[in-house]
C-alpha cells in the first residue's frame, strides 16, 4: 500500500517557484525597457531645423506670389522640402506682420503646456525683420522614427 | 503507516526541476541585458535622426563624412556581417534607416535631395583611425525609382 498523502504539495511548490522567478524577470524587463525604451528624442531639434529651413527660404527666395495667394503646394515647391514626409509629423505657421499666411493646421499651444511629456509636440518660434516687414516663422514637430523588421 | 519508498526520488527531480528553471531562469535574464547593455535601438534612433539632421541642412553638391566607429562596433557584436546594411539610404521615400540588430530604425528628412555614392569607409588600422560613412548630396532626381 502506497501512501501518497502530502506528495503532491511539493510540487505545487514548483509552479510557485516558477511564478516568482516570471515576477521577478518582468520586473527586470520592465525597468529596463522604461529606463532605455523611449528612444532619441529629436523633436525640439526637428521643429528648430524645420525653422530653420524656412527662414532660410524665405530670406533667399521671392515668396511674395505664394504669401499673397497662401499657396502651400508653392511654397513646398520653391524651399525644396518634400510636403508628404512634413505633413506626417511636423506642421508650420508663417505670418507677415501679425496676418496669417500659410498655415499647415497642427495645435501649436500644446507646446507650452507645463508637464507635457513625450506624447506631445515640440515647438520653435522666430521672428525675422525683412525690408521692414516682422516675419514669425513657427515649426512644430511629433515625427517619430520607425523600427522595421529586415 | 508512513511508505517512504520513493520518497528519496521525489526531493531527486524537485530540486533538479529547481535547478533547471533557476539557470534556464539566470540564462535568459543575461542574454535581455546583454543585449540591453549594447543599446542597440537607442544608437539606431540617434543615428538615423542625427544623418537626417545632416541631410536636412545640407546643400546640393555638398559631400559629407560621418563618425560612425561606434555604430559599426555595435553592429558587428550584434552579428550584422554585411557592413553594407548598417546605413542605407532610400530616395524615394527620402529615408534613412540604421540597422545595428536583427530589426533597423528609419527616419525621414524633408530635405528634398537626393543621397548617393553612400559607403561605410573602414578604419585603415593606424591609430586613430575611425570607420566613416561617406555620400554625396546631390538635387532631386525626376525619377522616383532612383536609389
Redesign the interface.
Known sequence: ???RRG?SE??V??FA??FL?VL??GG??AG?TVY??E??D?RK??AE??N??IRKCILERDLEMQFKEKSITGFYEIC???EE??A?G?NFRISVNGEEKIFTGGDFEQCDFKGRTSKFPECSRHEIDLEGKMIKVETLSM?E?????? | ???K???GS?ILW?NV??IV??VI?FA??LL??NQ?SN?A??W???Y??EIS?VI??AEAGDELQIDVQKATGIALRNDVSDIRRVFEFDNAK?EI?V?LS????????????DVVDAEVILASGDKGDVNILSFKVVE?RRDENAK
Open positions: 500500500m502506497q501512501n506528495s511539493n510540487y511548490l514548483i517557484f516558477v522567478l521577478i524577470f527586470i524587463w529596463t532605455f525604451g528612444g532619441y529629436f531639434v526637428d531645423v524645420l530653420y529651413l525644396s522640402l518634400n514626409i512634413i506626417e511636423n515625427r522614427s520607425r523600427r522595421v523588421n529586415g | 503507516m508512513i511508505n519508498r520513493g520518497s521525489d524537485q526541476a529547481y528553471f533557476t531562469f535568459g535574464i535581455f541585458l540591453q543599446g535601438f537607442v539606431e534612433d540617434f538615423a535622426k539632421r536636412n541642412l527620402n534607416c540597422k536583427a530589426r533597423k530604425t528609419c527616419y525621414n528628412y524633408y530635405n528634398n535631395v532631386k
